[in-house]
């Protein structure tokens, strides 16, 4: 069974409350539920945290634990070479994906730090980013 772990970074917790018509209506648990299910042969881990050394420690500890990681770093991909060069410094894939297209947002959000040290990013597709972000790590044996 293929180990993934998922990290959230600032502000998911609101996923559900906050500017749904960008972010949508769907609280991300309810979502990991539905994910779960249908990917049974995935065993997920799942971690969110609004601050920027929780995100670092979350990916350094599950890195030798997990065939993968999807990462939401949120606003942190825009601004966090901390992140950014935790993700260089784990040998685990990581993926990072994006609810809404970063690329049709704000100037300031269009630019991820991060995405230079992921295996790909993945913006866009709703909460369906993650689906997508988790097939392309279970599919790259």
């Known amino acids: ?5 998922i990290i959230n970074g600032p502000n998911l917790n609101l996923l559900g409350e906050r ?3 960008i ?6 648990e309810d979502y990991l539920s539905l994910l779960s299910e249908k990917h049974d042969e995935i065993e997920f881990s799942y971690f969110q945290s609004n601050v920027e050394g ?3 420690n979350a990916l350094q500890e599950v890195a030798l634990e997990v065939d993968g990681i999807l990462l939401n770093a949120a606003g ?4 966090s070479i901390a992140i950014a060069d935790s993700i260089r ?6 993926v990072e994906v994006h609810i809404s297209n970063i ?6 959000r269009q630019h991820s730090l991060t995405a230079k040290y992921c295996q790909g990013c993945i913006t866009g597709f709703g909460l369906n980013s993650y689906e997508l972000g988790l097939i ?6």
């Open 76 to 79: 942190y991909s825009h601004t």
């Open 19 to 21: 500017e749904q018509e």
């Open 54 to 56: 929780e995100i670092i």
């Open 103 to 108: 690329h049709a947002r704000e100037e300031y």
């Open 136 to 141: 392309a790590l279970i599919s790259k044996d």
């Open 23 to 28: 972010y949508g209506s769907q609280h991300f």
């Open 1 to 5: 069974m293929k180990k993934i772990a």
């Open 89 to 94: 410094a784990i040998a685990a894939p990581v």
